[in-house]
């Protein structure tokens, strides 16, 4: 099967010119990811356990608290009972209908409802416990999932590498998938600290890229602004956003850094200023003027952005800084959902496929310089721009420097790529 697989697949891999790319980044990095994957990462088995009984602890308060105020035993993962509650029994306007005709009730939906009916005790109470609900029944879903995981023997766990899922160039991960750990919420972050060094090491060290994307958005737009804003060593979104409103950076306020913050990520996603307007609640008038601002700002960040569309239209598929391709037959989509879709996701391939690639290049890099080192220390997760390795003892500062240049050096932009580094008794203490 391999060998017909290869007779059909190799002239087609010839004409995309991907031979190079699967030399001298794929094959490689699956070498690295075999040797992560048969070492697996080390959990303390007692505090997953104490944290799955915890969050369903939880989940349950928040149940019962949520039917007092319903005045019914609801089933709180049906929308149907919960559309009936919300907006019959209780008479609130529901946002919006779903396409079979019932009404939404997702997070967003009831994130608004409970904004809206603050003042209503009942509807509010009900709605905050709902939230919660939601909340800690899905960390408790992701811990009991890491639990059926973990190998008895080893108290390891051995999870999957995918390298042509995301069709970005990302690596994602199965059994578990370890992507999906929440890292914005204190309690979804306690969900690291059952990541502990296994027998013969003594911490571990989580070496993430800040700011990846953008760094690479600078770099391929060739914006000075942009690049220049990087090299100042100053706090890089205020100092955009005192670009952007023309005061200075002392006088930015926190809303306006977290307006500009979510414009330059938006904008490396292909994000719409309606769906800009819905991040910072917002309204998209003022998401457009934003907008405006900060194109006028950074003219050659917009250029760029147009002409990957464009230059994607022409040929029917974008390029990373490493030759990845990713096609897009629905830019010629007679649908205009699709066609507005795939547009989006052209403005973002480059940028995000290009993080992806410098990601493996870096991981290869550090596999190289630790096996040459001779150190018993080994990378044993990635994770988004996030790299985790378990130290030997004696071996910390050495380790920290060797990945810290393989990943700072993984190629050379117009501005510096940063990597933040941090050492702890278990994955939460090693944030940074």
């Not at 600078?218 to 005061?247: N, P, R, T, W």
């Not at 910072?280 to 900060?294: M, V, W």
């Not at 493996?360 to 080192?373: Q, V």
Request: hydrophobic share 40%; charged share 25%; aromatic share 6%.
């Amino acid at each position: 099967i391999i060998a017909e697989l290869a007779r059909a697949l190799a002239p087609q891999i010839d004409q995309r010119e991907q031979f190079g790319l699967l030399q001298r980044m794929e094959l490689p990095v699956s070498h690295v990811l075999y040797g992560m994957e048969s070492q697996g990462a080390k959990v303390d088995m007692q505090r997953l356990t104490a944290m799955r009984d915890t969050f369903a602890a939880d989940a349950r308060q928040a149940q019962e608290i949520a039917w007092d105020y319903a005045g019914t035993t609801v089933n709180l993962q049906s929308p149907k009972q919960l559309g009936k509650v919300l907006f019959e029994d209780m008479g609130l306007k529901p946002t919006k209908r779903t396409k079979t005709g019932g009404y939404t009730t997702n997070a967003d939906a009831l994130q608004k409802l409970y904004f809206t009916y603050a003042d209503d005790e009942r509807a509010s109470g009900f709605l905050g416990a709902l939230l919660r609900h939601r909340e800690t029944n899905k960390l408790k879903q992701i811990v009991a999932t890491l639990i059926d995981a973990t190998n008895p023997a080893d108290e390891r766990i051995h999870t999957t590498f995918e390298q042509t899922v995301a069709a970005t160039g990302r690596l994602s991960s199965v059994d578990p998938n370890l992507q999906n750990i929440p890292n914005r919420n204190a309690a979804g972050r306690e969900i690291r600290s059952a990541f502990v060094p296994g027998e013969g090491f003594e911490s571990l060290m989580s070496c993430d890229y800040s700011q990846v994307e953008l760094r690479i958005m600078a770099h391929l737009s060739g914006d000075e602004s942009l690049i220049e804003a990087f090299k100042s060593g100053a706090d890089f979104h205020k100092y955009v956003a005192s670009l952007v409103h023309g005061v200075p950076v002392d006088q930015i306020t926190p809303d306006q850094r977290s307006h500009v913050k979510a414009m330059s990520y938006g904008l490396a996603y292909g994000l719409s200023s309606y769906g800009l307007a819905q991040q910072l609640k917002i309204r998209p008038s003022e998401a457009e003027a934003l907008k405006a601002k900060y194109f006028a700002t950074f003219g050659k960040v917009h250029d760029f952005l147009e002409s990957c569309v464009s230059e994607a239209r022409k040929r029917g598929y974008t390029e990373t800084m490493f030759g990845r391709r990713r096609y897009f037959p629905a830019l010629k989509s007679t649908n205009r959902a699709a066609r507005d879709a795939a547009e989006r996701a052209a403005l973002n391939a480059p940028i995000q496929g290009s993080a992806a690639d410098i990601m493996k290049i870096a991981m290869i890099r550090a596999r190289r310089a630790l096996s040459e080192a001779g150190v018993k220390s080994r990378i044993i997760l990635q994770i988004h721009d996030e790299l985790v390795v378990e130290i030997a003892p004696g071996e910390r500062e050495q380790v920290s420097a060797l990945v810290r240049d393989a990943m700072e050096n993984a190629v050379h932009l117009d501005v510096p790529l940063d990597v933040s580094t941090g050492v702890g008794a278990d994955w939460q203490l090693a944030a940074h």
